[in-house]
């Protein structure tokens, strides 16, 4: 089991930056694939960016790809999310999760089993 624990999220204007980090606890932060969906006022859950246990391969959503740059630092239970050339439309609660499911359909919230609370980033235009 694995806890999931998110900061680093705030009101910025558009255009600026920030960096999400998901702190996990547990010996075996290495053995799940992660992954970074947000919640926007009004919408569904949405899939936001995935990483491999290993950090060797990732995957983005079409509407952040080249925006946004999921990492993991394994030796510290750390996963990021740098969020750069923000857009109000980014404006979401953001939430980091954990699998062991590593053939399901990643973009999809039920392949993860374990969640954070979320960390609230507004975009201001």
């Known amino acids: 089991q694995v806890q999931l624990v998110e900061s680093g999220g705030g009101l910025v204007q558009a255009g600026g930056s920030l960096r999400l980090s998901c702190a996990a606890s547990?010996?075996?932060?290495?053995?799940?694939?992660m992954g970074w969906f947000r919640r926007a006022p009004g919408k569904e859950r949405e899939f936001v960016a995935r990483?491999?246990?290993?950090?060797?391969?990732?995957y983005y959503a079409r509407s952040v790809e080249g925006r946004f740059t999921i990492s993991r630092d394994n030796a510290k239970n750390l996963v990021f999310l740098q969020i750069d050339s923000l857009k109000p439309e980014d404006t979401a609660v953001y939430y980091c999760?954990?699998?062991?499911?590593?053939?399901?359909?990643?973009?999809?919230?039920?392949?993860?089993?374990?969640w954070g609370q979320g960390t609230q980033v507004t975009v201001s235009s």
């Open positions: 547990g010996r075996t932060f290495s053995s799940y694939a």
């Open positions: 999760a954990a699998t062991t499911r590593f053939r399901s359909d990643y973009r999809v919230s039920s392949t993860y089993d374990y």
């Open positions: 990483i491999s246990r290993s950090g060797s391969a990732t």
